[in-house]
Structures are given as C-alpha cells and as structure tokens.
C-alpha cells in the first residue's frame, strides 16, 4: 500500500530506546504481535484473528482479505517469526532448543548446530517430530540417502524436533557399564557386610 497514513493504523510502533548518557544513541526495536495459547493474535482494527496453524503464505492470504478493499487497497503484508525454534536432541554433542533466526534451516544445519551426530549416533534412522493439524507427525530420515533432500522435513519448520538414535552397540555398552558398576556396587557391600561380620 502507498498511502502510509491509511496503513499506521495496522503496523505496531517501533520502540526506541536511548542512553542516559551525554550520547546521543537510539535503538528501535520493532514490537510483535503475539499469538496467544488460543491461536490467536489481537490485530489492530480487526479485532482478533485465529493465526495457529497457519503458514506464513496462509497467514498472508488471510491479512490481506481481510484488509484489501476494506481498509487498504494492495496491502503489502510481510511476516516474520520472532521466536523461530527447532530441537536436536538424542545422540548429538549439543542437545537442546535452538533459535533460528532466519526462519530457515535444514535438517543439515540443525544437526550442525548441536555439534553434529556423536560416531555412535545411527544416521541412517534420524526421527522428526512435527505437529500437523493439532497432530504430531513422525518421519525416519536417512542422511546418508539422495532422498534426503526431497524430504519434506529437509527444511525445518517451527518446533521441529531432530531425534538421533544411538544405534545398538552404544545402548548395550551403556546398558552393559551400567550393570557393571551395579555389580561392583553389590560385591562391595557384600565384602563390607562380611569384613563386620568376621570381627
């Protein structure tokens, strides 16, 4: 839309901050709006609007009948996730959440940033966990296969989890080093309990 002043009622206010200092530094944040626990957000004029679920183009198709020819004429809609965030966890050397702040990742990249599958992590049985519909989704991937890339969790979305499974001979030794010191454990009370005996 050219005619700023008709689009200042639908964009949120920048926020600036400045120092208390003799400089003359200002920062401006641009706000959010926030979806809340119903999927929704609280859109200036249009009250609210059911947003969860929804992609981006999806998101921008509804803003834009919604606005066009009621309020403004050709709205040109941009969204952006402020809070963009996928899981790796399982058998890599950073487990955790990460933010994305460019809104696109690949399994790849994600995997990278956990500081890639430890050598025990199978890569060839990497689960991804999507949320579909209200429903969580799972997919096998094969990083090792040329199928990867046509995948459809290749690129993540928001709230992915990337689970690396440890493969069979990490889960018998951790099984196995655990029922080791479990009997070493046993022994030692033992040999205790029979050193006060013989007193």
């Known amino acids: 839309a050219l005619d700023t002043e008709a689009v200042r009622a639908f964009n949120l206010a920048a926020v600036t901050y400045s120092t208390s200092s003799n400089s003359a530094i200002g920062v401006a944040q641009?706000?959010?709006y926030l979806v809340d626990n119903n999927g929704e957000i609280d859109f200036p004029?249009?009250?609210k609007l059911k947003v969860g679920g929804l992609n981006r183009n999806e998101l921008i198709e509804l803003l834009t009948n919604k606005l066009d020819p009621n309020y403004i004429k050709n709205p040109n809609i941009n969204i952006r996730l402020a809070n963009y965030k996928?899981?790796?966890?399982?058998?890599?050397?950073l487990p955790g959440s990460y933010t994305i702040p460019n809104e696109?990742?690949?399994i790849l990249e994600a995997?990278?940033?956990?500081?890639?599958?430890?050598?025990?992590?199978?890569?060839?049985?990497?689960?991804?966990?999507?949320?579909?519909d209200g429903k969580k989704i799972q997919y096998?991937?094969?990083?090792?296969?040329?199928q990867l890339f046509i995948?459809?969790?290749?690129?993540?979305q928001q709230n992915d989890v990337v689970y690396v499974e440890p493969n069979y001979a990490r889960i018998q030794s951790a099984s196995s080093n655990s029922n080791?010191?479990?009997?070493?454990?046993?022994?030692?009370?033992?040999?205790t309990i029979v050193s006060l005996l013989i007193r």
């Not at 996928?86 to 050397?93: E, M, N």
């Not at 096998?140 to 040329?146: A, G, H, M």
């Open 111 to 132: 995997l990278a940033l956990a500081g890639d599958l430890n050598i025990s992590g199978k890569r060839q049985n990497i689960l991804v966990i999507r949320e579909e």
């Open 151 to 156: 995948s459809p969790v290749y690129y993540l």
């Open 104 to 106: 696109r990742i690949t």
């Open 180 to 191: 080791t010191t479990l009997f070493i454990s046993i022994t030692g009370l033992f040999i």
């Open 45 to 47: 004029v249009l009250g």
């Open 30 to 32: 641009q706000q959010n």
């Open 86 to 93: 996928v899981s790796v966890l399982g058998d890599v050397r």
């Open 140 to 146: 096998q991937v094969d990083l090792l296969s040329k």
